[in-house]
């Protein structure tokens, strides 16, 4: 069973503190995705990678930062974790050569006090 | 830049109801067009998809067809289980690196 998963399912996490959000996926996708859900937005893209140390950047991407040493993970960096980063945060992997078909993660929901 | 526009929700509909969910899209070139479900905690899963002019995207009952002289994809299930009750969203993707544009997303809630 192809499978995207995230390191944690609910993060309580304080203003200015550095927040990591891990996905891995077990599928040998090339691609990968982090999004970012919010109530009346839909899921706007942070960040996403095409290769191993290739990252490009989203609509959102300001605060965040990425990292991606091996192909099956791909890791989200808050520096200095705000309160309006308070959201819920997926994870997508795909491959390059079926355009738009994502595999995503059950999301992390991150609050920031 | 591309854009999706679906409509407002929730929308609410009794058991094996009619169930539309209208969904246009903004793009340069030639879009491939994607109906994700995201069921209670779950994350998203991809519906169906389309990925030229006139293709029908069809699973588990629902229908979507693309058409490019409206820049239309809406979404049709003609009857509604308790189980469709999820959030839908109506997603483009790029020709480059296949990133996603979404649609605000719209809740179904069916009852019995």
């Known amino acids: 069973d192809v499978k995207v998963t995230q390191s944690s399912r609910y993060l309580v996490k304080r203003t200015g503190e550095k927040v990591f959000l891990e996905c891995v996926q077990d599928?040998?996708?090339?691609?990968m995705f982090w999004y970012r859900q919010d109530p009346g937005l839909g899921l706007r893209l942070i960040y996403f990678?095409?290769?191993?140390?290739?990252?490009e950047k989203g609509d959102i991407p300001e605060g965040y930062s990425v990292s991606r040493e091996k192909k099956e993970r791909f890791s989200l960096i808050l520096e200095s974790a705000s309160t309006n980063q308070t959201s819920m945060y997926l994870c997508?992997?795909?491959?390059?050569?079926?355009?738009?078909?994502?595999?995503f993660g059950p999301g992390t929901r991150l609050t920031v006090t | 830049g591309d854009s999706v526009t679906q409509m407002e929700g929730p929308v609410t509909l009794s058991e094996e109801a009619f169930l539309t969910i209208n969904c246009t899209y903004t793009?340069?070139?030639?879009?491939?067009l994607f109906w994700y479900v995201q069921y209670p905690g779950e994350g998203l899963q991809l519906l169906l998809k389309?990925?030229?002019?006139?293709d029908k995207g069809s699973n588990k009952g629902f229908e979507a067809t693309y058409r490019k002289e409206t820049t239309s994809f809406h979404l049709e299930k003609g009857s509604v289980q308790v189980s469709d009750s999820a959030v839908y969203f109506c997603?483009?993707?790029?020709?480059?690196?296949?990133?996603?544009?979404f649609g605000t997303g719209t809740r179904l809630l069916v009852s019995p």
């Open positions: 389309a990925t030229k002019a006139d």
């Open positions: 997603a483009l993707s790029d020709q480059g690196f296949q990133k996603l544009v």
């Open positions: 793009a340069t070139g030639y879009p491939s």
């Open positions: 990678s095409y290769d191993v140390k290739m990252k």
């Open positions: 997508a992997s795909s491959f390059q050569s079926t355009g738009g078909y994502h595999f």
């Open positions: 599928m040998d996708h090339e691609n």
